[in-house]
């Protein structure tokens, strides 16, 4: 496993550096982009920030999220991917006709990353790749301000809950504290991330709600485009409503098939700590961790629902026999 020197060497010898993150991005994939974004910039580095979706409103509060392009068209000579087990979660950023020999630094800590890089500082145990990131800015000679700090710090609470999750260290904290000292309200922070939402996502949540299903041990529910169109939703993702349903004391499982414009279904599953959804996951040709994972599969819903269902189902009992 490569590590923090590595990638700090990478990025250091190179001077124009496109930063890219995942499809879909959270907070972390694009807390993390503008945070190392931000620190390359100070490095006096050409840097082109880049994601195939639109930053979500959410994190608009985010420092220079105005500047993350969409497409990237520029010749660079570094390719650092960030918070991306494998090189299909770019999306249509990774145009292999321009970027093939283009190095890749693949800075990530997902259980199922698949090494694509040519620098791959992984890191499964780490909360966040923001948390990771803090140390490359150490490794890079450049001081935390507010702003990289803020950016960091979201990074780390969108993708520990709240410093709620397994993953959430003794570190974790002390990193949290070095960049409060650096300038990130915590307060702040948390208010705009778990306190406040559009109330579409709440119209959203309550339609989505009637409609739960049971099955043994797994709880599950969907997001049609019908719903969508009737309510207004347009938003990427589930805003945190996979979180919600895991927190069903019935269910080790929780699961929301989010049917996509073009037919597409994003599968986002939670299970309880001692269960592990990641595998699932990867077979179906996406990844994740743990306790937290997600796949895309092609429509229509109920195919894709009876197919993650039955692997789940086996899945579960497997590992419930082996407790
Ligand atoms: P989500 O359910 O979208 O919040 O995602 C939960 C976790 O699974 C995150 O760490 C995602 O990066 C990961 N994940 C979700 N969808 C995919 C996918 N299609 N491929 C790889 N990883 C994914
Ligand atoms: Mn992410
Ligand atoms: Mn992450």
Redesign the pocket.
């Given at each position: 496993m490569k590590t923090v020197q590595e990638a700090a060497k990478q990025i250091s010898d190179a001077e124009r550096i496109l930063i890219v993150c995942?499809v879909?991005p959270?907070g972390d994939a694009i807390g993390s982009m503008l945070g190392l974004g931000l620190t390359l910039s100070e490095a006096q580095k050409r840097v082109i920030l880049c994601c195939a979706d639109p930053v979500p409103s959410q994190y608009r509060y985010l420092p220079h999220w105005e500047t993350i392009a969409r497409s990237c068209s520029e010749r660079c000579d570094l390719l650092v991917t960030l918070?991306c087990?494998?090189l299909?979660?770019l999306g249509a950023v990774y145009d292999p006709s321009t970027l093939h020999d283009v190095p890749i630094v693949n800075i990530d800590h997902?259980t199922?990353n698949v090494e694509f890089g040519d620098v791959n500082w992984v890191e499964p145990e780490a909360a966040a790749t923001a948390q990771m990131l803090v140390r490359l800015v150490h490794g890079l000679g450049i001081s935390l301000n507010a702003d990289i700090a803020t950016c960091l710090l979201t990074g780390i609470l969108t993708d520990t809950l709240g410093f709620r999750t397994s993953a959430t260290t003794p570190e974790v904290m002390e990193t949290a504290i070095q960049l409060m000292k650096a300038g990130a309200s915590l307060p702040e922070l948390t208010d705009r991330i778990f306190g406040r939402r559009p109330m579409r996502t709440i119209e959203m949540w309550a339609t989505t709600l009637q409609n739960l299903h049971l099955e043994g041990h797994i709880l599950w529910t969907e997001i049609t485009q019908r719903m969508r169109r009737r309510i207004g939703y347009q938003e990427n993702?589930?805003a945190g409503l996979?979180n919600f349903l895991s927190t069903a004391n019935e269910a080790d499982i929780a699961i929301?098939f989010d049917e996509q414009q073009d037919g597409q279904v994003?599968?986002?599953?939670?299970c309880v700590p001692g269960y592990d959804v990641s595998q699932v996951?990867f077979d179906l040709?996406?990844?994740?961790?743990a306790q937290?994972?997600?796949?895309?599969l092609s429509g229509p819903l109920e195919g894709a629902r009876t197919r993650v269902l039955s692997m789940l189902q086996k899945s579960w009992s497997m590992q419930n026999s082996s407790r």
């Open positions: 995942h879909s959270d918070d087990s494998d299909d979660r997902h199922t993702g589930d996979a929301i994003n599968v986002s599953m939670r996951a040709g996406g990844g994740g961790h937290a994972a997600g796949c895309t």
